[in-house]
């Protein structure tokens, strides 16, 4: 399962930290992801966190890379997302999902299979 | 980067047979799998599709997905519509560090 929250009103230029509380499965071996959708639009990818067993690294879409940071407390189970210089096309329900992973017993690959979503959080960048 | 391209909307009656293309501009469709998703109104997604062809525990073998190399599309096939298949659907498929979404079809089940 997972609960994101966090979201909210906030100013352009602002910054708003979103949390997601995983439970129910070894958090510490998933991938995570966020995805966002605007009001009335489509999905949108947002970003990526490997493991840390696969380095703990991460990847960004072009829109929000260098504004965005996931983040992930394994001993809390929790994924965070600190999104900064926010802008008003950053309004959105923001899903925390788990990537499933192919594993055999020395490797699992990865193909950006989104199986669990969490219910959202709605952030609205607005002055 | 690429972008992938789905029909605004599809329509069919129940007990019918739709098809949602989802064509990928740039890079061959068979070389990433191809996942498909179900978003009903105030819901979060749910998977249909996964690897182009698989169908998660509980998804009815009405939903089928399949890949058409000579088009560089993927296609999500539901046969015997019925009206709970009213939702968006978004395909969806990645490069090395990119996970990339199609902008969503509508399906009404009329």
């Known amino acids: 399962q997972l609960v994101e929250s966090g979201g909210g009103l906030v100013k352009p230029g602002g910054s708003l930290r979103l949390s997601c509380a995983a439970s129910?499965?070894?958090?510490?071996?998933?991938?995570m992801n966020w995805v966002r959708q605007a009001p009335g639009k489509g999905l949108e990818w947002v970003g990526r966190?490997?493991?840390?067993?696969?380095?703990?690294?991460?990847d960004y879409a072009a829109p929000v890379k260098d504004r965005f940071i996931i983040s992930r407390d394994d001993s809390r189970n929790m994924l965070y997302l600190q999104l900064n210089s926010l802008k008003t096309e950053d309004t959105a329900v923001y899903y925390c999902?788990?990537?499933?992973?192919?594993?055999?017993?020395?490797?699992?690959?990865?193909?950006?299979?989104?199986?669990?979503w969490g219910k959202g959080t709605t952030v609205t960048v607005s002055s | 980067n690429f972008i992938l391209t789905q029909p605004h909307s599809v329509s069919g009656s129940p007990g019918k047979t739709v098809t949602i293309a989802c064509a990928r501009s740039?890079?061959?469709?068979?070389?990433?799998?191809v996942h498909w998703y179900q978003q009903r109104p105030g819901s979060s997604p749910t998977t249909v599709i996964y690897?182009?062809?698989?169908?998660p525990s509980g998804v009815p073998d009405r939903f089928s997905g399949s890949i058409d190399s000579s088009s560089n599309s993927a296609s999500l096939t539901i046969s015997g519509l019925k009206t709970e298949d009213e939702a968006v659907y978004y395909c969806q498929s990645y490069d090395a560090t990119n996970a990339v979404f199609g902008g969503g079809t509508k399906l009404t089940v009329l």
């Open positions: 999902t788990t990537e499933y992973g192919y594993c055999s017993s020395t490797t699992c690959h990865y193909y950006f299979y989104m199986d669990v």
């Open positions: 740039r890079g061959n469709i068979a070389n990433d799998y």
């Open positions: 966190i490997k493991s840390k067993t696969n380095g703990g690294t991460t």
């Open positions: 690897e182009d062809n698989q169908r």
């Open positions: 129910g499965f070894t958090f510490k071996n998933a991938w």
